[in-house]
């Protein structure tokens, strides 16, 4: 059976979350969300431009690495890079972000080199940068779980008497784990600083958002105690707005904020994912026309604050950074097999101090290295 | 030296640890102006204050989570699960997060929580208020397991537990939250014998008996009555379920040739089958016997009327004593049941139950 979004759904609505920029890049206005990107300069919406165009090179780089047995998976994030970039851009270095697998342009945006959006996709590593050097936690594959981990960072902030605040994304399904509805239970009776950053991409997997929720997901929020916005997620203005609103409301001390950014999963939910299975060609090409880059590009076109010369540069400057990414796929060293015992404890453990010894000997036995893939 | 119960052990292991490192935070449901349900942490409220005693809402999942986001941060988390049966929301967040961390970040990040979890059965409990789900953690790489068996131990192990940088789960025998022992209040934990050493806690030569929790009380008191038997048994008290100090255990087999393991719970993958197997991988040309396990049966735990039934007390510790001494026992002539089902299997008795 083919699902299609119904217009009279509330839940997946788009009309009514609030907008800066139209599809079409027509600047709008919202007295919610005006007064956040006053003064906004055209050199940072240009750099939000080139972080959106970064964001979607590499990923379109990720699933041809797939594609071309480089990699294992990759879960593409076309579509959703306004929210992410937007969002991330609006933090503070020192704020602390609680990511999931799929939010690619939230670590290129806190410093992450190309080889860490890759290495654990091919397998080498689970994570591949250290949390505290760019404050972003290692992406989740446990849907939700990160939620709970922002607000209990949340909660050591307020115990420090810090002004940093626990940023933590997440889909419209992960809103149906336990683990979510828990972390906006304790966020609230805690008053934590934390913003939860909900992309309503509209699927997980194969089951549209009405399966998750009947009633708008930012509806939820105030039923937790918590303000929250329902943005459009394609919007990069807007986005950047409300996480601005919501990251100063979190660190004057008023407690959380929601925001539920609305998107569209452009692409499948991996690439082990068929979505011609489920999903209806129109749909697809009903949100192609709400594309997050283009709008920026034709707002900024008519405002002759960027030109055809600008847009070369940019691509020369985003094939330099996947091929960065792509080297480091193929470059890839496999670690010796005696160091998947590595890490598991911070101290000694004897048993498996002794299943190292053990297993040690026995790659001794081997006097071909790749044999014992030493 | 000080005559405390465990329970007040264990509150001023609480204490002296938050005294002696301010980034230990305690977290559970009711340990903050209750003092907790079993009272383990009266008196922190009001001496630490709400921003290091908190009343956590009540979901487990959630409390442990927290926990893991307040460790990334910097903090010593002190997790108090309320009941063993309460643990289960939270197994996620300990087995894919609290257990993996550490690993998946290649040691960047630390998880260094304490859970401490009130455990076992032998108090006349409702459902789910006596369960032994310690084979599940010990099961877990990435994390630690401890059982204590006495009110020192508890005073000492959970301030080392708490200043460990791993995480550790804390099991307390319920049923010995009121048993009094000796405790030294002055003894510098730093003196103390490493928390994953077991511990000789009765010296024999016949048979070793390897336990843990409050049965080690049920097999000293086994050890005192075989005495009258003429059988010297050696009490091990493991101490630590993970890592388990194989060294001391394997020094006692190799005295003795004959180990019976004993715990409360199930048998089927229990801590005493890892024990058994890891014995007799090492020790296999020592044992004179084979070793035996006294467990609880592999049964969801029982209503409290028949609690007794399910708990190994002294005469199923000592049957099975007389089994690796290979002595007149229970199962003497016994039959396994397999042998008999063939001349059991008739078509008639089949066919009454349908009608």
């Given at each position: 059976m083919m699902y299609t979004l119904s217009t009279d759904d509330t839940a997946t609505a788009v009309d009514d979350a609030a907008r800066l920029l139209a599809a079409d890049g027509t600047r709008l206005h919202d007295s919610r969300l005006d007064h956040w990107i006053e003064g906004i300069t055209a050199d940072e919406l240009r750099g939000l431009y080139r972080d959106m165009a970064i964001a979607r090179r590499l990923d379109a780089e990720g699933v041809a690495l797939q594609r071309q047995g480089h990699l294992g998976l990759w879960a593409p994030s076309q579509g959703q890079e306004a929210v992410q970039v937007a969002t991330a851009r609006a933090c503070r270095p020192d704020d602390f972000l609680f990511p999931s697998y799929r939010e690619h342009g939230v670590l290129l945006v806190r410093g992450a080199a190309p080889s860490d959006l890759v290495l654990n996709?091919?397998?080498?590593?689970?994570?591949?940068?250290?949390?505290?050097?760019?404050?972003?936690?290692?992406?989740?594959?446990?849907?939700?779980?990160?939620?709970?981990?922002?607000v209990g960072y949340a909660m050591g902030v307020q115990r420090d008497e810090g002004d940093q605040v626990a940023v933590t994304y997440f889909?419209?399904?992960?809103?149906?784990?336990?683990?979510?509805?828990?972390?906006?239970?304790?966020?609230?009776?805690?008053?934590?600083?934390?913003?939860?950053?909900?992309?309503?991409?509209?699927?997980?997997?194969?089951?549209?958002?009405t399966v998750q929720s009947r009633f708008p997901i930012a509806g939820r929020a105030p039923g937790f105690g918590i303000p929250s916005m329902?943005?459009?997620?394609?919007?990069?203005?807007?986005?950047?707005?409300?996480?601005?609103?919501?990251?100063?409301?979190?660190?004057?001390?008023?407690?959380?904020?929601?925001?539920?950014?609305?998107?569209?999963?452009?692409?499948?939910?991996?690439t082990s994912d068929d979505p011609t299975r489920y999903r209806d060609r129109d749909e697809l090409e009903r949100w192609r026309a709400r594309d997050p880059l283009t709008r920026l590009e034709a707002f900024l076109r008519r405002e002759h604050e960027l030109d055809d010369a600008w847009m070369l540069s940019l691509t020369a400057e985003t094939d330099g950074v996947a091929a960065q990414m792509r080297a480091a796929a193929l470059n890839a060293h496999t670690r010796p097999a005696i160091e998947v015992l590595d890490d598991v404890y911070a101290e000694p453990h004897s048993g498996l101090q002794r299943q190292r010894a053990r297993f040690a000997a026995y790659l001794d036995g081997f006097t071909d290295v790749t044999e014992a893939g030493r | 030296m000080t005559s405390l119960t465990m329970g007040k052990a264990l509150t001023a292991g609480l204490h002296a640890a938050m005294t002696r490192d301010d980034r230990v935070v305690i977290m559970g449901?009711?340990?903050?102006?209750?003092?907790?349900?079993?009272?383990?942490?009266?008196?922190l409220l009001a001496e630490f204050g709400p921003k290091r005693v908190l009343d956590m809402p009540l979901a487990e999942s959630g409390i442990v989570g927290t926990a893991v986001g307040l460790a990334m941060r910097g903090f010593r988390p002190v997790v108090e699960i309320q009941f063993d049966g309460f643990v289960y929301p939270a197994f996620d967040q300990i087995v894919c997060q609290v257990a993996k961390l550490h690993y998946r970040t290649r040691g960047h990040v630390k998880m260094p929580l304490t859970i401490r979890i009130p455990w076992a059965g032998g108090v006349g409990a409702a459902e789910h208020h006596s369960e032994s789900p310690e084979a599940y953690f010990v099961h877990t790489a990435g994390l630690r397991?401890?059982?204590?068996?006495?009110?020192q131990d508890a005073f000492t192990m959970l301030q080392q537990a708490i200043a460990c940088d791993d995480p550790v789960i804390f099991f307390e025998p319920k049923r010995l939250y009121h048993a009094k022992g000796e405790v030294d209040l002055a003894a510098d934990i730093a003196d103390?014998?490493?928390?994953?050493?077991?511990?000789?806690?009765?010296?024999?030569?016949?048979?070793?008996?390897?336990?843990?929790?409050?049965?080690?009380?049920?097999?000293?008191?086994?050890?005192i009555a075989a005495e009258d038997d003429g059988i010297s048994i050696e009490v091990i008290d493991l101490r630590a379920l993970s890592p388990v100090d194989y060294r001391t255990i394997a020094a006692s087999v190799r005295k003795t040739g004959r180990l019976v393991v004993t715990h409360e719970a199930g048998g089927e993958a229990?801590?005493?089958?890892?024990?058994?197997?890891?014995?007799?991988?090492?020790?296999?040309?020592?044992?004179?016997?084979?070793?035996?396990?006294?467990?609880?049966?592999?049964?969801?735990?029982?209503?409290?009327?028949?609690e007794r039934h399910h708990v190994p007390d002294l005469d199923r510790i000592l049957d099975a004593v007389d089994r690796v001494l290979e002595r007149p026992n229970s199962l003497t002539g016994f039959e396994?049941?397999?042998?008999?089902?063939?001349?059991?299997?008739?078509?008639?008795?089949?066919?009454?139950?349908?009608r």
């Amino acid at each position: 059976m083919m699902y299609t979004l119904s217009t009279d759904d509330t839940a997946t609505a788009v009309d009514d979350a609030a907008r800066l920029l139209a599809a079409d890049g027509t600047r709008l206005h919202d007295s919610r969300l005006d007064h956040w990107i006053e003064g906004i300069t055209a050199d940072e919406l240009r750099g939000l431009y080139r972080d959106m165009a970064i964001a979607r090179r590499l990923d379109a780089e990720g699933v041809a690495l797939q594609r071309q047995g480089h990699l294992g998976l990759w879960a593409p994030s076309q579509g959703q890079e306004a929210v992410q970039v937007a969002t991330a851009r609006a933090c503070r270095p020192d704020d602390f972000l609680f990511p999931s697998y799929r939010e690619h342009g939230v670590l290129l945006v806190r410093g992450a080199a190309p080889s860490d959006l890759v290495l654990n996709w091919r397998g080498e590593a689970h994570s591949t940068f250290d949390p505290y050097a760019l404050n972003v936690a290692t992406p989740q594959i446990i849907i939700g779980a990160q939620t709970l981990h922002a607000v209990g960072y949340a909660m050591g902030v307020q115990r420090d008497e810090g002004d940093q605040v626990a940023v933590t994304y997440f889909g419209d399904g992960a809103t149906s784990q336990g683990d979510v509805n828990e972390a906006m239970v304790f966020a609230s009776s805690f008053g934590a600083p934390v913003v939860f950053v909900c992309s309503n991409n509209h699927w997980a997997i194969s089951e549209p958002v009405t399966v998750q929720s009947r009633f708008p997901i930012a509806g939820r929020a105030p039923g937790f105690g918590i303000p929250s916005m329902r943005v459009d997620g394609n919007d990069v203005l807007a986005c950047t707005a409300a996480m601005r609103w919501a990251l100063d409301h979190a660190r004057s001390g008023a407690g959380p904020v929601f925001l539920e950014a609305v998107t569209y999963r452009m692409g499948p939910h991996t690439t082990s994912d068929d979505p011609t299975r489920y999903r209806d060609r129109d749909e697809l090409e009903r949100w192609r026309a709400r594309d997050p880059l283009t709008r920026l590009e034709a707002f900024l076109r008519r405002e002759h604050e960027l030109d055809d010369a600008w847009m070369l540069s940019l691509t020369a400057e985003t094939d330099g950074v996947a091929a960065q990414m792509r080297a480091a796929a193929l470059n890839a060293h496999t670690r010796p097999a005696i160091e998947v015992l590595d890490d598991v404890y911070a101290e000694p453990h004897s048993g498996l101090q002794r299943q190292r010894a053990r297993f040690a000997a026995y790659l001794d036995g081997f006097t071909d290295v790749t044999e014992a893939g030493r | 030296m000080t005559s405390l119960t465990m329970g007040k052990a264990l509150t001023a292991g609480l204490h002296a640890a938050m005294t002696r490192d301010d980034r230990v935070v305690i977290m559970g449901e009711d340990i903050g102006a209750l003092g907790g349900v079993f009272r383990i942490t009266d008196g922190l409220l009001a001496e630490f204050g709400p921003k290091r005693v908190l009343d956590m809402p009540l979901a487990e999942s959630g409390i442990v989570g927290t926990a893991v986001g307040l460790a990334m941060r910097g903090f010593r988390p002190v997790v108090e699960i309320q009941f063993d049966g309460f643990v289960y929301p939270a197994f996620d967040q300990i087995v894919c997060q609290v257990a993996k961390l550490h690993y998946r970040t290649r040691g960047h990040v630390k998880m260094p929580l304490t859970i401490r979890i009130p455990w076992a059965g032998g108090v006349g409990a409702a459902e789910h208020h006596s369960e032994s789900p310690e084979a599940y953690f010990v099961h877990t790489a990435g994390l630690r397991v401890i059982a204590v068996s006495n009110p020192q131990d508890a005073f000492t192990m959970l301030q080392q537990a708490i200043a460990c940088d791993d995480p550790v789960i804390f099991f307390e025998p319920k049923r010995l939250y009121h048993a009094k022992g000796e405790v030294d209040l002055a003894a510098d934990i730093a003196d103390a014998p490493p928390m994953g050493l077991a511990r000789v806690v009765r010296s024999g030569s016949d048979v070793t008996i390897v336990t843990y929790g409050a049965q080690v009380t049920t097999a000293l008191d086994a050890a005192i009555a075989a005495e009258d038997d003429g059988i010297s048994i050696e009490v091990i008290d493991l101490r630590a379920l993970s890592p388990v100090d194989y060294r001391t255990i394997a020094a006692s087999v190799r005295k003795t040739g004959r180990l019976v393991v004993t715990h409360e719970a199930g048998g089927e993958a229990g801590v005493g089958a890892e024990i058994i197997a890891s014995v007799t991988e090492q020790c296999f040309h020592h044992l004179e016997a084979a070793p035996q396990r006294v467990t609880g049966h592999d049964i969801p735990y029982p209503p409290a009327k028949l609690e007794r039934h399910h708990v190994p007390d002294l005469d199923r510790i000592l049957d099975a004593v007389d089994r690796v001494l290979e002595r007149p026992n229970s199962l003497t002539g016994f039959e396994e049941p397999e042998l008999r089902v063939e001349a059991a299997t008739q078509a008639g008795a089949s066919e009454s139950r349908t009608r």
